[in-house]
T-cell receptor
Framework: AQTVTQSQPEMSVQEAETVTLSCTYDTSESDYYLFWYKQPPSRQMILVIRQEAYKQQNATENRFSVNFQKAAKSFSLKISDSQLGDAAMYFCAYMGQGAQKLVFGQGTRLTINP | GAGVSQSPRYKVAKRGQDVALRCDPISGHVSLFWYQQALGQGPEFLTYFQNEAQLDKSGLPSDRFFAERPEGSVSTLKIQRTQQEDSAVYLC??????????????FGPGTRLTVL
């Protein structure tokens, strides 16, 4: 079974600075999708960014970008110019080949210091 | 338009009671998912519907858990004879059903179930 590991339970960063959240995963599949989801205190999860394993180019969405290292099975999220509204739980998630369900990591709580 | 809604938002049950949790997906969304999120953990998949068909129920932890979506819209997750270990936030998500990976799952706010 696929597993997703987020080794940083908590992270903090100063407003306007850059922070990187780590994620590793275990799979024997060759094609899959990876996601980062944000869960603010209200609990409604929001998709931040997705990456298909076959695409070598790292995905970018405005201030959010990923560093996808397929061989190392690593998928980190970089948030540039951190804003107070970025404070939330961040979950890394995996979707296997042909599957519909998401497999989530344990999450990283991100705090933004003003 | 409106997002995914869930009701009730909070539910307290005595051990042994039956509970029913409701999910209203985004209108027109074909796919519907239920996840269970224990305190301090990431969500874990329970079950998946495409329209009214339950295509995957591999995550349901026991036969006390039952989900249905009879008309391909609203879904209900029922837990019979609740146990303390059932205490969690139950998240519902829906998606257009466009295809693998490119589909975005939109989550509801969840129902927090506390079993005393």
């Amino acid at each position: 079974a696929q597993t997703v590991t987020q080794s940083q339970p908590e992270m903090s960063v100063q407003e306007a600075e850059t922070v990187t959240l780590s994620c590793t995963y275990d799979t024997s599949e060759s094609d899959y999708y990876l996601f980062w989801y944000k869960q603010p205190p209200s609990r409604q999860m929001i998709l931040v960014i997705r990456q298909e394993a076959y695409k070598q180019q790292n995905a970018t969405e405005n201030r959010f970008s990923v560093n996808f290292q397929k061989a190392a099975k690593s998928f980190s999220l970089k948030i540039s110019d951190s804003q107070l509204g970025d404070a939330a739980m961040y979950f890394c998630a995996y979707m296997g080949q042909g599957a519909q369900k998401l497999v989530f990591g344990q999450g990283t709580r991100l705090t933004i210091n003003p | 338009g409106a997002g995914v809604s869930q009701s009730p938002r909070y539910k307290v049950a005595k051990r042994g009671q039956d509970v029913a949790l409701r999910c209203d997906p985004i209108s027109g969304h074909v796919s519907l998912f239920w996840y269970q999120q224990a305190l301090g953990q990431g969500p874990e998949f329970l079950t998946y519907f495409q329209n009214e068909a339950q295509l995957d129920k591999s995550g349901l932890p026991s036969d006390r858990f039952f989900a249905e979506r009879p008309e391909g819209s609203v879904s209900t997750l029922k837990i019979q004879r609740t146990q303390q270990e059932d205490s969690a936030v139950y998240l519902c998500a829906s998606s257009l059903g466009l295809g693998w990976g490119t589909d975005t799952q939109y989550f509801g706010p969840g129902t927090r179930l506390t079993v005393l």
